[in-house]
């Protein structure tokens, strides 16, 4: 499975965009990239996900290099209920066992600042 | 909120004991997986079902049990509860089916499992 990097911690200003990074250089060309978010030990919540062209929806864009091996997720106006813990997860292949799970890394703690 | 719901809440054991957590699916979903998270870190999968089969299953012993019913639902049975096992345990849905893609997976609340 391909393994997820991302910064163990940011911070990020009340309505400016948050920009969050997330390495994933082993990814295979039928695997995707998905993101969750899980605030204060709720479970977690599905955001975006994205094979290789730019998503957007209501609540944020994904970013994915020309090459696939990093995205980043943008949410354009953090608020302070954005504060979580952003999760990056690169898919298992369609057809392979193990059930298609999701292989969960140590994410992001994105804390909003007023 | 994602439609996916658990039951109970909160719960306390002892080390031994047994334990059932539940699980509704969203409406419209036929597959349900379970995942364990630690105090700290990322959730880690456990098994999953479909179509009232297991369908995968990470590293977790035989004594972690689940079942699937008609209706979608799900139950994840633990026996002979250790201390590690407190955890918040999630729950799953998504549409797909063995050895196909599977949609986006929504998780439930949690259940939040201690055992003294």
């Known amino acids: 499975d391909a393994k997820t990097t991302q910064p163990p911690s940011m911070d990020c200003a009340e309505g400016r965009a948050a920009n969050l990074p997330c390495n994933h250089s082993t990814i295979s060309g039928n695997e995707y990239v998905y993101w969750y978010r899980q605030i204060h030990s709720q479970g977690p919540q599905y955001i975006i996900h994205?094979?290789?062209n730019n998503e957007t929806n209501e609540m944020a864009s994904l970013i994915i290099t020309e090459d696939r091996k990093s995205s980043t997720l943008i949410l354009p106006h953090a608020t302070l209920r954005d504060t979580a813990v952003y999760y990056c997860?690169?898919?298992?292949?369609?057809?392979?066992?193990?059930?298609?799970?999701?292989?969960f890394g140590g994410g992001t703690r994105l804390m909003v600042k007023p | 909120e994602t439609g996916v719901t658990q039951s109970p809440t909160h719960l306390i054991k002892t080390r031994g004991q047994q334990v059932t957590l539940r699980c509704s699916s969203q409406s419209g979903h036929n597959t349900v997986s379970w995942y364990q998270q630690a105090l700290g870190q990322g959730p880690q999968f456990i098994f999953q079902y479909y179509r009232e089969e297991e369908n995968g299953r990470g590293n977790f012993p035989p004594r972690f049990s689940g079942l699937q019913f008609p209706n979608y639902s799900s139950e994840l049975n633990v026996n002979a509860l250790e201390l590690d096992d407190s955890a918040l345990y999630l729950c799953?849905?998504?549409?797909?089916?063995?050895?196909?893609?599977?949609?986006?997976?929504?998780f439930g609340p949690g259940t939040r499992l201690l055992v003294l």
């Open positions: 994205g094979l290789k």
């Open positions: 997860i690169v898919r298992v292949a369609p057809g392979r066992n193990a059930g298609n799970m999701l292989t």
């Open positions: 799953a849905s998504s549409l797909g089916g063995q050895g196909k893609f599977q949609e986006t997976q929504y």
